[in-house]
């Protein structure tokens, strides 16, 4: 059993590359990425200052070639899709701190600011693909680099960007001064935003505890009624207990999550004011006494806890209701009851235990559900959770973000199935893993 966990732990890794270079690749190649869309802006903004008026191509004559180099270079987009991955790995060192500009049509000498310094690095121009450059006395100079991007380069990045747009002439090679480290996800880290331009981590930490909470408390609150009611259902079979229970779990079922939450959101929030209608907490949650953050806490989760719970009562009764009773009328439970074994002891000895080996299969992939939320519910509730988080990062195609949740939530689902292996092979003694 030890070598068949040890097999399915060193999968992960393997796993998790081919799932984010896949996630890597779609985000990078598909049309209305970052890039696109700050230009799109700058051209319309051209076009409110020309009254509205003006072709498309003169709105573009505005737009200086430098400009779009820029936007490429802010948002991390300059460079090819494979070596940006690899640095986003830590495989190869990406650019911690950089600068960057462009020769002006015979300039052969540039300054270029040292970022974090007061200090500048000139630039000279040898040839079309040679520079020389200096720092000033007191500067690492081992600590820079100087990358020298050709016109050549700058056509095959400004095709990618500009479409259908013809290549400017007047073009000149461009300068980037930058400080290379390793700083990718095998060195633990997973980059910075390009929205907020916080740490991924750090915007990771501050809404897991959310997303946990809910999950957590969901998934207690599931097991420990749905197990029960599923028993209770399973003994008392077409009896009134059994119908009622299976009209409201299945009007539960029937009823989306998001519906609920704009129902209480409106009745219970607005109208009757009994509930808060958003926020995970109230503003002046750190100045009240811990009974009034208790009742805080609480008076704010009600909502939330009662659309994530709605639709997941009934998978989990029915199976527990289904599973008992096909035990219940196996041959071994039948010859136990005939051997005078009380009905409760057939019951909860004997068919319970080999009832729950089904649900032992999806207790381990909980987890990924705790983690990750419901963004339609974070986004009704106004939750800062991880679910909204993931929502956001891949509207405005936030690529560091998405990467960031993407590894997080791969590797958590990875280790709920071998959680899942463990959980069947505790329930159920006949299995062993080789």
């Known amino acids: 059993m030890k070598s068949y966990f040890l097999r399915r732990l060193l999968l992960i890794p393997p796993t998790l590359f081919g799932i984010t270079l896949?996630?890597?690749?779609?985000?990078?190649l598909a049309p209305g990425g970052?890039?696109?869309r700050d230009v799109a802006q700058m051209m319309g903004a051209s076009g409110e200052g020309q009254g509205g008026g003006g072709s498309r191509e003169s709105t573009e004559s505005k737009i200086k070639p430098a400009q779009i180099f820029e936007i490429e270079e802010r948002h991390q987009r300059d460079k090819g899709v494979w070596r940006s991955y690899l640095e986003w790995l830590g495989v190869l060192p990406t650019d911690v701190l950089r600068v960057a500009r462009s020769f002006e049509e015979g300039e052969k000498e540039l300054k270029l600011p040292i970022p974090g310094t007061i200090e500048q690095a000139t630039i000279t121009r040898v040839s079309?693909?040679?520079i020389r450059w200096e720092v000033p006395e007191g500067i690492d100079r081992s600590q820079w680099r100087v990358r020298l991007v050709t016109v050549k380069e700058l056509r095959k990045r400004w095709k990618r960007q500009m479409r259908g747009t013809d290549f400017p002439e007047d073009v000149q090679a461009r300068v980037v001064l930058y400080r290379p480290s390793f700083e990718g996800l095998l060195q633990g880290s997973l980059g910075r935003s390009d929205k907020y331009g916080d740490p991924v981590w750090s915007l990771v930490k501050q809404r897991i505890p959310i997303s946990l909470f809910y999950g957590i408390i969901s998934m207690i609150l599931i097991y420990s009624i749905c197990l029960p009611l599923g028993v209770i259902k399973a003994i008392k079979h077409r009896s009134w207990i059994d119908t009622y229970s299976s009209v409201a779990v299945f009007a539960g079922y029937a009823v989306p999550g998001y519906v609920l939450g704009a129902f209480l959101l409106?009745?219970?929030g607005a109208r009757l004011d009994l509930l808060p209608?958003?926020?995970f907490v109230s503003e002046n949650f750190s100045e009240l006494s811990l009974g009034e953050q208790v009742i805080?806490?609480?008076r704010h989760a009600i909502m939330p806890l009662s659309c994530y719970l709605v639709g997941s009562f009934a998978f989990m009764t029915f199976m527990m209701k289904n599973n008992l009773m096909d035990n219940l009328a196996a041959d071994y439970v039948r010859t136990a009851a005939a051997k005078g074994v009380p009905f409760r002891t057939a019951v909860f000895r004997h068919a319970f235990r080999n009832s729950i080996i089904p649900?032992?299969?999806?207790?381990?992939q909980n987890i990924t559900l705790i983690v990750s939320g419901s963004f339609l519910i974070e986004k009704i509730f106004d939750i800062n959770g991880?679910?909204?988080?993931q929502f956001n990062a891949v509207i405005e195609k936030d690529e560091r973000v998405v990467l960031g949740v993407l590894t997080i939530s791969a590797a958590l689902m990875l280790i709920g199935n071998i959680l899942s292996d463990l959980c069947v092979a505790a329930a159920d003694p006949r299995i062993r893993f080789k």
Request: glycine content about 10%.
């Open 359 to 364: 649900i032992a299969t999806t207790f381990g």
């Open 386 to 389: 991880f679910g909204l988080l």
């Open 266 to 268: 409106v009745f219970l």
């Open 22 to 28: 896949l996630v890597f690749l779609i985000v990078r």
């Open 277 to 279: 209608i958003q926020g």
């Open 296 to 298: 805080d806490l609480i």
């Open 34 to 36: 970052p890039v696109q």
């Open 128 to 130: 079309d693909d040679e």
